[in-house]
């Protein structure tokens, strides 16, 4: 199994622009979410997916929209890029929803720069 | 809602010593309580969860965490650190039984020292 995959690992934006980070997972996971990273702030949830085709937003959502029209993947869409969305981008999953169990599997993260 | 407090952002200490890194919730429901590490230019690896039962958690790597209801703590522990320990700490609550949204604390790096 290839667990979590993200790509691309690094992206520079203009501010404006419009991009795509993708996220997939072979797991058969239930559960995927989006988490951004800054310095000396943790990682604060984007938005969440308990299964295809349902979607709902996290902590700090603005700015980004989500789909998910299969189980395997979760990509995460910045409509207009801003140099506030310059973070770290993890994208985890974990099994069914209903196991009380949390643990979250993570990707290796997308580093995003937005000039 | 849950919040989580890392109280060091930076812990040094010498290889072979031992290290706490220390980690306070707050939360007005029953929780679970994670400590993930993040390597450098990695994601984050699960280390150890407290769930229920037992407060005392063994995790990997020779980590082990006690949950503490009363002080409302989850400190993490080693008696032994190695230079492969150096890496960026994460102490993580969820409320029990409900959806995996994780609320982070603002992450302790730990470095160990020759």
């Known amino acids: 199994n290839a667990g979590v995959t993200q790509t691309p690992k690094f992206q520079v934006l203009k501010t404006g622009q419009s991009m795509t980070l993708q996220c997939a997972q072979d797991m058969n996971h239930e559960y995927m979410s989006w988490y951004r990273q800054d310095p000396g702030m943790g990682l604060r949830l984007i938005h969440y997916?308990?299964?295809?085709?349902?979607?709902d937003q996290g902590e700090v959502p603005n700015g980004y929209n989500v789909s998910r029209s299969t189980t395997e993947d979760f990509p995460l869409r910045l409509l207009s890029a801003a140099p506030s969305q310059t973070s770290v981008y993890f994208c985890?999953?974990?099994?069914?929803?209903?196991?009380?169990?949390?643990?979250?599997?993570f990707g290796p993260g997308t580093r995003l720069t937005v000039l | 809602a849950q919040s989580v407090t890392q109280l060091d952002s930076q812990v040094p200490v010498f290889e072979e010593a031992p290290v706490e890194l220390r980690c306070n919730y707050s939360s007005s429901v029953s929780v679970y309580l994670f400590w993930y590490v993040q390597y450098p230019n990695q994601g984050l690896q699960l280390l150890l969860k407290y769930l229920s039962g037992s407060t005392l958690v063994k995790g990997i790597n020779g980590f082990e965490a006690e949950f503490n209801k009363s002080q409302t703590s989850f400190h993490l522990r080693k008696p032994s650190v190695h230079i492969s320990d150096t890496a960026e700490y994460f102490c993580a609550v969820s409320r029990s039984g409900s959806a995996r949204q994780l609320t982070f604390g603002s992450g302790t790096q730990l470095t160990v020292l020759p």
């Open positions: 985890a999953s974990s099994p069914t929803f209903h196991t009380p169990n949390n643990e979250q599997f």
């Open positions: 997916s308990v299964g295809a085709g349902i979607t």
